[in-house]
Protein backbone atom coordinates (compact mmCIF):
# COMPACT_ATOMS: atom_id res chain seq x y z
CA UNK A 1 0.00 0.00 0.00
CA UNK A 2 2.68 2.35 1.24
CA UNK A 3 4.61 1.86 -2.20
CA UNK A 4 1.77 2.28 -4.33
CA UNK A 5 1.01 5.57 -2.84
CA UNK A 6 4.36 6.51 -2.87
CA UNK A 7 4.11 5.72 -6.93
CA UNK A 8 1.07 7.55 -6.88
CA UNK A 9 2.68 10.21 -5.29
CA UNK A 10 5.81 10.37 -7.65
CA UNK A 11 3.63 10.52 -10.85
CA UNK A 12 1.46 13.48 -9.77
CA UNK A 13 4.51 15.24 -9.10
CA UNK A 14 6.24 14.41 -12.49
CA UNK A 15 2.88 15.47 -14.32
CA UNK A 16 3.10 18.85 -11.98
CA UNK A 17 6.34 19.20 -12.68
CA UNK A 18 5.95 18.69 -16.62
CA UNK A 19 3.16 20.87 -16.56
CA UNK A 20 5.50 23.66 -14.79
CA UNK A 21 7.99 23.42 -17.44
CA UNK A 22 5.31 23.75 -20.42
CA UNK A 23 3.52 26.52 -19.23
CA UNK A 24 6.65 28.33 -18.29
CA UNK A 25 8.19 27.66 -21.65
CA UNK A 26 5.03 28.12 -23.43
CA UNK A 27 4.81 31.76 -21.44
CA UNK A 28 8.70 32.48 -21.91
CA UNK A 29 8.67 31.91 -25.27
CA UNK A 30 5.49 33.73 -26.67
CA UNK A 31 5.80 37.00 -24.17
CA UNK A 32 7.19 40.12 -25.41
CA UNK A 33 7.80 43.07 -23.41
CA UNK A 34 10.24 42.10 -20.56
CA UNK A 35 9.64 40.13 -17.30
CA UNK A 36 6.74 42.50 -16.17
CA UNK A 37 4.63 40.68 -18.57
CA UNK A 38 5.66 37.49 -18.55
CA UNK A 39 5.15 38.05 -14.66
CA UNK A 40 1.18 38.94 -15.02
CA UNK A 41 0.53 35.81 -17.35
CA UNK A 42 2.22 33.40 -14.83
CA UNK A 43 -0.69 35.18 -12.60
CA UNK A 44 -3.59 34.40 -14.87
CA UNK A 45 -1.83 30.77 -16.03
CA UNK A 46 -1.23 29.52 -12.23
CA UNK A 47 -3.79 32.04 -10.42
CA UNK A 48 -6.80 32.02 -12.55
CA UNK A 49 -6.42 28.86 -14.87
CA UNK A 50 -4.80 26.33 -13.06
CA UNK A 51 -5.64 27.74 -9.63
CA UNK A 52 -2.21 26.41 -7.69
CA UNK A 53 -1.67 29.37 -6.13
CA UNK A 54 -4.18 31.72 -4.47
CA UNK A 55 -3.90 35.77 -5.61
CA UNK A 56 -3.20 37.47 -2.39
CA UNK A 57 -0.17 34.82 -1.93
CA UNK A 58 0.26 35.86 -5.89
CA UNK A 59 0.97 39.03 -5.29
CA UNK A 60 3.41 38.77 -2.21
CA UNK A 61 5.44 36.62 -4.32
CA UNK A 62 5.50 38.66 -6.96
CA UNK A 63 7.02 41.63 -4.54
CA UNK A 64 9.93 38.75 -3.59
CA UNK A 65 10.56 38.33 -6.88
CA UNK A 66 10.26 42.54 -7.63
CA UNK A 67 12.50 43.05 -4.69
CA UNK A 68 14.97 40.05 -4.93
CA UNK A 69 18.19 41.10 -7.65
CA UNK A 70 17.98 39.62 -11.12
CA UNK A 71 15.28 39.29 -13.87
CA UNK A 72 12.17 39.98 -12.46
CA UNK A 73 11.30 36.49 -14.95
CA UNK A 74 13.48 34.31 -13.28
CA UNK A 75 12.93 35.21 -9.78
CA UNK A 76 9.07 35.21 -10.63
CA UNK A 77 9.76 31.32 -11.74
CA UNK A 78 11.82 30.60 -9.13
CA UNK A 79 9.21 32.08 -6.45
CA UNK A 80 6.21 29.98 -7.89
CA UNK A 81 8.42 27.27 -8.93
CA UNK A 82 9.76 27.00 -5.23
CA UNK A 83 6.28 27.25 -3.78
CA UNK A 84 4.51 24.76 -6.32
CA UNK A 85 7.36 21.67 -5.89
CA UNK A 86 9.97 22.98 -3.86
CA UNK A 87 13.75 22.60 -5.17
CA UNK A 88 12.43 20.49 -8.24
CA UNK A 89 9.75 22.70 -8.97
CA UNK A 90 12.46 25.71 -8.97
CA UNK A 91 14.83 24.04 -11.64
CA UNK A 92 11.87 23.15 -14.01
CA UNK A 93 10.63 26.44 -13.66
CA UNK A 94 14.14 28.29 -14.20
CA UNK A 95 14.23 25.68 -17.27
CA UNK A 96 11.44 26.50 -18.78
CA UNK A 97 11.90 30.34 -18.64
CA UNK A 98 15.63 30.26 -19.55
CA UNK A 99 15.71 27.92 -22.68
CA UNK A 100 13.25 29.84 -25.04
CA UNK A 101 15.14 33.48 -25.13
CA UNK A 102 18.28 31.68 -24.84
CA UNK A 103 17.54 29.71 -28.33
CA UNK A 104 15.40 32.80 -29.88
CA UNK A 105 18.22 35.47 -29.26
CA UNK A 106 21.06 33.13 -30.42
CA UNK A 107 19.20 32.79 -33.49
CA UNK A 108 18.52 36.32 -33.88
CA UNK A 109 21.64 37.34 -33.27
CA UNK A 110 23.34 35.62 -36.44
CA UNK A 111 21.20 37.86 -38.30
CA UNK A 112 21.25 41.09 -36.32
CA UNK A 113 22.01 42.84 -38.88
CA UNK A 114 19.61 42.07 -41.51
CA UNK A 115 16.96 42.64 -38.69
CA UNK A 116 18.36 45.57 -37.69
CA UNK A 117 17.44 47.51 -40.96
CA UNK A 118 14.14 45.49 -41.41
CA UNK A 119 11.34 48.42 -41.69
CA UNK A 120 8.65 44.98 -41.20
CA UNK A 121 9.89 43.93 -37.97
CA UNK A 122 10.49 47.77 -36.69
CA UNK A 123 6.62 48.32 -37.10
CA UNK A 124 5.82 44.73 -35.81
CA UNK A 125 7.60 45.21 -32.77
CA UNK A 126 6.37 48.55 -32.25
CA UNK A 127 2.37 46.84 -32.76
CA UNK A 128 4.02 44.61 -30.25
CA UNK A 129 4.41 47.29 -27.53
CA UNK A 130 0.53 48.53 -27.34
CA UNK A 131 -0.16 44.75 -26.83
CA UNK A 132 2.25 44.56 -24.25
CA UNK A 133 1.28 47.95 -22.04
CA UNK A 134 -3.02 46.13 -22.73
CA UNK A 135 -1.52 43.17 -21.48
CA UNK A 136 0.42 44.91 -18.00
CA UNK A 137 -2.56 46.77 -17.52
CA UNK A 138 -5.10 43.97 -17.86
CA UNK A 139 -3.27 42.24 -14.83
CA UNK A 140 -2.87 45.25 -12.86
CA UNK A 141 -6.30 45.94 -12.58
CA UNK A 142 -6.95 42.71 -11.68
CA UNK A 143 -4.19 42.32 -9.02
CA UNK A 144 -5.27 45.95 -7.91
CA UNK A 145 -8.91 44.87 -7.05
CA UNK A 146 -8.13 42.34 -5.05
CA UNK A 147 -6.39 44.65 -2.63
CA UNK A 148 -9.21 47.36 -3.04
CA UNK A 149 -11.74 44.72 -2.47
CA UNK A 150 -10.54 44.25 1.04
CA UNK A 151 -11.16 47.77 2.29
CA UNK A 152 -8.18 47.99 4.03
CA UNK A 153 -6.91 52.08 4.59
CA UNK A 154 -3.46 51.06 4.84
CA UNK A 155 -3.44 49.42 1.19
CA UNK A 156 -4.80 51.67 -0.40
CA UNK A 157 -2.51 54.22 0.78
CA UNK A 158 0.38 52.28 0.20
CA UNK A 159 -1.27 51.17 -3.24
CA UNK A 160 -1.56 55.17 -3.88
CA UNK A 161 1.82 55.91 -2.60
CA UNK A 162 3.88 53.44 -4.62
CA UNK A 163 2.34 54.48 -7.47
CA UNK A 164 2.95 58.17 -7.15
CA UNK A 165 6.55 57.47 -6.20
CA UNK A 166 7.01 55.28 -8.88
CA UNK A 167 5.20 57.23 -11.79
CA UNK A 168 5.45 61.31 -10.82
CA UNK A 169 8.77 61.37 -9.15
CA UNK A 170 10.36 58.33 -10.62
CA UNK A 171 11.64 56.35 -7.13
CA UNK A 172 13.54 53.68 -8.09
CA UNK A 173 10.76 50.43 -7.89
CA UNK A 174 13.03 48.27 -5.85
CA UNK A 175 13.02 51.01 -3.19
CA UNK A 176 9.15 51.36 -3.27
CA UNK A 177 8.86 48.03 -2.55
CA UNK A 178 11.47 47.96 0.35
CA UNK A 179 9.28 50.56 2.36
CA UNK A 180 6.04 48.45 1.79
CA UNK A 181 7.70 45.73 2.90
CA UNK A 182 9.12 47.64 6.00
CA UNK A 183 5.72 49.39 6.58
CA UNK A 184 4.09 45.53 6.81
CA UNK A 185 6.56 44.44 9.14
CA UNK A 186 5.87 47.51 11.35
CA UNK A 187 2.03 46.95 11.37
CA UNK A 188 2.44 43.26 11.61
CA UNK A 189 4.69 44.05 14.94
CA UNK A 190 2.40 46.73 16.44
CA UNK A 191 -1.02 44.82 16.00
CA UNK A 192 0.80 41.45 17.50
CA UNK A 193 2.10 43.90 20.70
CA UNK A 194 -2.09 44.85 20.95
CA UNK A 195 -3.43 40.95 20.59
CA UNK A 196 -0.56 39.94 23.42
CA UNK A 197 -1.83 43.28 25.36
CA UNK A 198 -5.52 42.21 24.95
CA UNK A 199 -4.99 38.43 25.73
CA UNK A 200 -2.56 39.50 28.83
CA UNK A 201 -5.63 42.06 30.26
CA UNK A 202 -8.53 39.31 29.92
Not at 135 to 147: E, L, P
Request: contains cysteine; proline residues 1%; glycine residues 10%.
Amino acid sequence: MEEQQEKTQGKKQDKKLWKIFWSTFYLSAFTFGGGYVIVSLMKKKFVDEYHWIAEEEMLDLVAIAQSAPGAIAVNGAIVIGYKLAGIAGILTAIAGTVIPPFLIISILSAGYQAFRSNQIISLMLEGMQAGVGAVIASVTYDMGAGIVKKKDALSYVLMVGAFIASCIFEVNVVYVILICGIVGVLRALIENRITKKGSEEK
